[in-house]
């Protein structure tokens, strides 16, 4: 009896990719919006909306936003929608507190800075400048937090380390906010992060915590009212 034959798979033909669940996608979707502003703080995002621009029904909209309003980026009214939180004194004050204590630590734990943290600092900061070249500042904002993470992660300690992740939106998102607010600070913040680096590059503590704090405790000036 003869068996049919089978055809070979053809290489050029790739399974399509798998979606991530409904409610996953509007989560990303809102999540990044907010951090990068396109969505600000004050506006109102109704589930129709959400629905449509995402392609799915209001019920993974309604999952996704409920898990954003624990996060702290938006408040949920019933039959209306959800607001985007502004970005409170109070959020500022609390964030900069904390980077204070944690990168003040780290940078003084980097020092002597091993080759590699120099290498990638350097290579971020160079990032920075061609980013701020093409006025992207979301891509800004991450690429600065990923300056201040090498250093924190530099210092060992997975606590901290741990610690300084829980931060990552409040920072992205202040970050975007703080550079629509304040354009003139982006070519001061480019300045006070090649002062940091050449602060460890040069193997000087003292100058790195100082370099540091200057940069980061700035911004306990807009604590003065809600950056949006």
Same mark, same amino acid.
């Given at each position: 009896?003869?068996?049919?034959s089978?055809?070979?798979?053809?290489?050029?033909?790739?399974?399509?990719?798998? %979606?991530?669940?409904?409610?996953?996608r509007?989560? /990303?979707?809102?999540?990044q919006?907010?951090?990068?502003?396109?969505?600000?703080?004050?506006?109102?995002?109704?589930?129709?909306?959400? /629905?449509?621009?995402?392609?799915?029904?209001?019920?993974?909209?309604?999952? /996704?936003?409920?898990?954003?309003?624990?996060?702290? =980026?938006?408040?949920?009214?019933?039959?209306?929608?959800?607001?985007?939180?502004?970005?409170?004194?109070?959020?500022?004050?609390?964030?900069?507190?904390?980077?204070?204590?944690?990168?003040?630590?780290?940078?003084?734990?980097?020092?002597?800075?091993?080759? /590699?943290?120099?290498?990638?600092?350097?290579s =971020?900061?160079?990032?920075?400048r061609?980013?701020?070249?093409?006025?992207?500042?979301?891509?800004?904002?991450?690429?600065?937090?990923?300056?201040?993470?090498?250093?924190?992660?530099?210092?060992?300690?997975?606590? =901290?380390?741990?610690?300084?992740?829980?931060?990552?939106?409040? %920072?992205?998102?202040?970050?975007? $906010?703080?550079?629509?607010?304040?354009?003139?600070?982006?070519?001061?913040?480019?300045?006070?992060?090649?002062?940091?680096l050449?602060?460890?590059?040069?193997?000087?503590?003292?100058?790195?915590? $100082?370099?540091?704090?200057?940069?980061?405790s700035?911004?306990?000036?807009?604590?003065q009212?809600?950056?949006?």
């Amino acid at each position: 009896m003869l068996m049919p034959s089978v055809a070979p798979p053809n290489p050029s033909v790739t399974p399509t990719a798998k %979606q991530p669940p409904a409610a996953e996608r509007v989560y /990303a979707h809102v999540k990044q919006a907010v951090l990068e502003r396109r969505y600000e703080g004050g506006m109102l995002l109704t589930e129709g909306e959400l /629905a449509e621009a995402v392609g799915v029904s209001r019920t993974p909209v309604r999952e /996704a936003l409920l898990r954003l309003e624990v996060e702290g =980026l938006i408040k949920l009214y019933p039959k209306k929608g959800a607001m985007v939180l502004p970005v409170s004194a109070q959020e500022i004050a609390d964030v900069v507190e904390t980077r204070l204590l944690v990168e003040e630590h780290a940078a003084r734990k980097a020092v002597p800075a091993p080759a /590699a943290l120099i290498e990638e600092l350097e290579s =971020l900061l160079a990032t920075m400048r061609e980013q701020v070249a093409a006025g992207d500042l979301a891509a800004v904002s991450v690429t600065d937090r990923c300056f201040h993470a090498a250093i924190v992660r530099s210092a060992g300690n997975r606590i =901290l380390d741990r610690l300084y992740e829980q931060l990552r939106d409040r %920072q992205l998102r202040m970050g975007v $906010a703080v550079m629509h607010a304040h354009p003139d600070r982006i070519a001061k913040n480019i300045a006070e992060h090649a002062e940091i680096l050449e602060a460890l590059r040069a193997g000087d503590p003292e100058a790195a915590t $100082a370099a540091v704090h200057r940069h980061v405790s700035w911004v306990r000036n807009l604590a003065q009212g809600d950056v949006r």
